[in-house]
């Protein structure tokens, strides 16, 4: 399969743990998203990288959270000390692109968060 | 910013009935417009999009959208559902390197 991946599927934590999540795009994509989807919500945008650089954060993205994509291809979303309100499903997507146009995403199936 | 308006929430549709789901959309250029579903369990898959040119497009599974500046609007249509067409429905714009998405509109399809 080619699409993009993302593991783990479903993570299960206790407050105030640290959790990681992973993608892997689609190999010639050069552009890589994280979104978060709450229930009976559309997707938000949290950060995306244009190859290996971070080029823009939402405000929904606190200091507690990070993510990397350090050469460029696979990426990690980390979450430290995380809340009840940090449950939801975490998206990843890719996209091939070189301007501000925004062609089509392709999304993984997303990694569910439940923080206890 | 971009911003993208679903009024309906909800919609209940018979099966081999038509479909339309409103789409309003916030953009001081003209906008890549797109239609995504997201069935249970499963990724959110692109329907159709609309770059420019011809205002009314096609896409997959028989859904088609048409595009009005006037109104801002991209709605979606589909003339005969079926019940394998039950599930959730996103709009989207993208500009400035991301898409934006509303909030949604679940179909429920009946017997």
């Known amino acids: 399969d080619t699409g993009v991946s993302q593991d783990p599927r479903h993570k299960i934590t206790k407050r105030g743990q640290n959790v990681t999540f992973r993608c892997d795009p689609i190999?010639?994509?050069?552009?890589l998203y994280w979104y978060r989807q709450t229930l009976g919500q559309g997707p938000e945008f949290l950060t995306y990288?244009?190859?290996?650089?971070?080029?823009?954060k939402s405000r929904l993205l606190s200091d507690r959270f990070s993510a990397e994509r350090p050469k460029g291809s696979f990426s990690t979303l980390e979450i430290q000390r995380t809340e009840q309100g940090d449950s939801a499903m975490y998206l990843c997507?890719?996209?091939?692109?070189?301007?501000?146009?925004?062609?089509?995403?392709?999304f993984g199936e997303g990694s569910r968060l439940t923080v206890l | 910013a971009q911003s993208v308006t679903q009024p309906d929430i909800h919609i209940t549709v018979s099966e081999g009935a038509s479909l339309e789901l409103r789409c309003n959309y916030s953009?001081?250029?003209?906008?890549?417009l797109f239609w995504y579903v997201q069935s249970p369990g499963q990724g959110l898959q692109l329907l159709l999009k609309?770059?420019?040119?011809?205002?009314l497009v096609q896409g997959i599974k028989g859904f088609e959208a048409e595009f009005k500046r006037s109104q801002s609007s991209f709605n979606l249509r589909k003339p005969s559902v079926h019940w394998s067409d039950a599930a959730e429905y996103f709009c989207?714009?993208?500009?400035?390197?991301?898409?934006?998405f509303g909030a949604g509109t679940t179909v429920t399809v009946r017997a």
């Open positions: 989207a714009v993208g500009a400035d390197y991301k898409l934006s």
């Open positions: 990288f244009q190859n290996e650089a971070q080029l823009e």
């Open positions: 190999s010639e994509h050069n552009r």
């Open positions: 609309y770059f420019s040119g011809d205002t």
């Open positions: 953009y001081g250029a003209t906008p890549y």
């Open positions: 997507a890719s996209s091939l692109g070189d301007s501000a146009n925004t062609g089509e995403l392709f």
